[in-house]
């Protein structure tokens, strides 16, 4: 098994920029995608693949990647975008899915 | 549009089991796997396994192992989640989620809303 790696928390003044990491050593092998959750909700996909953008995510969330590092970013951050934000992949072995412990974007 | 629509909050003594539904619209459902996911409070979620909707082909997570069971009716285009032996430890939110996984990356793109399992004395 193998674990994925994020920042517990983050905060980031409203219009400007986060970058929210994701750090793995299956992350080599493999593209995590991202999810965003708010209180209550179950978990939205943000952003998968190298940089790919489900249909009304705004495009705002863009992804990156850098040896075993990913990056979900967010430009011009809104209130709204206040959430826990976790990646996902699956673990070294390739046979089980694993979520990171997840990011808490806190909008000021 | 695509959708899950999952059943209600359940509370169970420990020892119990539980069976969680997760009904598919929108889409072809044989075609996808659906994976399950628990979420316990303040945790990040943990996945569970897949049901492949078309065949009925499973597999487990090992955490999970022995003491979960999928199921899916075709006609209903619904799956199940059966997990037996609970304890307080499985208190949590259980998600269906359907996978369109990419040249083998995991992609969960439509989750259902969560059925909130307690278990408690």
């Known amino acids: 098994s193998s674990e994925l790696s994020q920042d517990p928390a983050v905060s980031v003044a409203l219009g400007q920029t986060v970058r929210i990491t994701c750090q793995g050593d299956?992350?080599?092998?493999?593209?995590p995608c991202w999810y965003q959750q708010k209180p209550g909700q179950a978990p939205l996909l943000v952003m998968y693949g190298k940089n790919s953008r489900p249909s009304g995510i705004p495009d705002r969330f863009s992804g990156s990647s850098s040896g075993n590092t990913v990056s979900l970013l967010i430009t011009g951050a809104q209130a709204e975008d206040e959430a826990d934000y976790y990646c996902l992949s699956r673990d070294t072995s390739g046979n089980e899915v694993i979520f990171g412990g997840g990011t808490k974007v806190t909008v000021l | 549009q695509v959708q899950h629509v999952q059943s209600g909050a359940e509370v169970k003594k420990p020892g119990a089991s539980v069976n969680v539904s997760c009904k598919a619209s929108g889409y072809t459902f044989s075609s996808y796997n659906i994976n399950w996911v628990r979420q316990a409070p303040g945790q990040r979620p943990q996945w569970m396994g897949w049901i492949n909707a078309g065949t009925g082909n499973v597999k487990y997570s090992q955490k999970f192992q022995g003491r979960v069971t999928f199921a899916r009716d075709t006609s209903a285009t619904t799956t199940y989640m059966e997990l037996r032996g609970l304890t307080s430890e499985d208190t949590a939110i259980y998600y269906c989620?359907?996978?369109?996984?990419?040249?083998?990356?995991?992609?969960?793109?439509?989750w259902g809303q969560g059925t909130l399992v307690t278990v408690s004395s």
């Open positions: 989620a359907r996978d369109k996984s990419l040249r083998g990356n995991p992609l969960f793109d439509s």
């Open positions: 299956n992350l080599n092998n493999y593209y």
